[in-house]
């Protein structure tokens, strides 16, 4: 071969592992390790919006919001830098939480903290929510943690649209860390104790999705039978919050509002910037 023709041979042979290597990288979706520096810790409802059902022990801001400050020093202390939507008793509307974490793109992640409800007082157990394909590592690991720290009932991570997962630029996840209609997973949650090992559980989901991104998650499982590609209001099994404070648009006839697409502006959010640690 012509000795002029090899370095152009070489700046091929470079084109083409690069686009290689970009190739492979659309296949593989998820966090690479290190992958972002900032946690957004999104504490369920707050103010007006208490999160809660008739038939539920706890009040779930309160005890969203206390899961919040405990996971908030153990990822700090760890050198992520930590934004919380809520500090205390206000509300948040959803826009504004995931305006939020968009602030952060593409350095951070968000983790949105609930318990969950039923109408029953039967269902019990940890369930993680994510939508997009680089949030199903971080979900695994948090899902992992948060039953190996807790010792409650596995009921998996789910990909499902949800406004949290759905809408932010930045990879999302919703705990459902319990379900306050339980008379025995309330009694749990109502002990601070108990509520640092939620946190304890969800910080270390976090730090190991930090520290190893998606190496060896697997690939991401197929879609719910029935996915309604619009983002709901909220998020809690087998519940329907008041009207008034948001609409659940993905299960079918459990809402009356069922086909508007808007909250109703009952009242001017409280906008408070978002707190860094
Ligand atoms: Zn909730």
Known sequence: MHRLF?????????????????????????????????VVID???????????PNQYLKEKEVALDTAKRLQPLLRDSGLRVVMTRTSDYFV?????????????????????????????????????FWR???????????RHLIGESGLENRGVTRRVLRLTHSPRVPSILCECGFLTNRDEA?????????????QGIADGVLEEQEQGDVNIGSLPPLERRVIPRPSYT???????????????????????????????????????????
């Open 93 to 129: 509307e959803l826009d504004d939480r995931v305006a939020i974490a968009d602030r952060y793109y593409p350095n951070a992640i968000l983790v949105s903290i609930h318990y969950n409800a039923s109408p029953s007082h039967a269902p019990r157990g940890v369930q993680t929510f």
């Open 235 to 277: 998020h809690h099994t087998g519940r329907r919050h008041r009207a008034t404070m948001s609409r659940d648009h993905s299960r079918k006839g459990t809402s009356r509002h069922k086909g508007r697409t808007k909250t109703r502006a009952t009242a001017k959010s409280k906008r408070k910037k978002p707190r860094e640690s």
């Open 133 to 143: 394909p680089d949030s199903y590592g971080l979900a695994t690991r948090v899902q």
């Open 6 to 38: 090899r370095p152009a041979l070489r700046s091929l042979s470079l084109l083409a592992l690069t686009l290689g290597l970009s190739a492979c990288g659309t296949f593989n979706a998820g966090l690479r390790p290190g992958g972002f520096t900032t």
């Open 43 to 53: 504490a369920g409802h707050g103010g007006k919006d208490s999160g809660e059902s």
């Open 187 to 199: 009694n749990l949650v109502s002990n601070p104790a108990f509520r640092q090992k939620i946190a």
